[in-house]
């Protein structure tokens, strides 16, 4: 069984920015992609990055591309996200997930966190 449990989220404003922690436990770590997830009230999950097993490739959403950044410490089971420059629109609940390779679709990923709160205040 795999946990995931998140933390960095908060209040900021904008132009501000955050990183996002995901700490993984119960497997091994890096065997595994690892995707960072977003929902807005109202909107489908939608994703916003995702790195490969050993961190070799990274994949964005358009909307986060130049200002997000996936990284991953496989020694540590922790997963990154750090974000700069944050916008409104921004705004959700963040959640990391864990599966067999990097895909745009939630339903590949095994494991998710419980997700944390972003909020960009204009």
């Known amino acids: 069984q795999v946990q995931l449990v998140e933390f960095g989220g908060g209040l900021v404003q904008t132009g501000g920015s955050l990183r996002l922690s995901?700490?993984?436990s119960g497997r091994a770590f890096s065997s595994y992609a690892m995707a960072w997830f977003r929902q807005a009230p109202g909107k489908e999950r939608e994703f916003?990055?995702?790195i490969s097993r050993q961190g070799l490739i990274r994949y964005?959403?358009?909307?986060v591309k130049g200002r997000f950044t996936i990284s991953r410490?496989?020694?540590k089971n922790t997963v990154y996200l750090q974000m700069?420059?944050?916008?409104?629109?921004d705004t959700a609940v963040y959640y990391c997930a864990l599966g067999p390779?990097?895909?745009r679709e939630p339903a590949v990923y095994d494991y998710w966190g419980q997700g944390t709160q972003v909020?960009?205040?204009s």
């Open 22 to 24: 995901c700490a993984a």
């Open 101 to 103: 390779y990097v895909r």
């Open 73 to 75: 410490d496989n020694p």
């Open 60 to 63: 964005y959403a358009d909307s």
């Open 84 to 89: 700069t420059t944050l916008k409104p629109e």
């Open 48 to 50: 916003v990055a995702g």
């Open 119 to 121: 909020t960009v205040s």
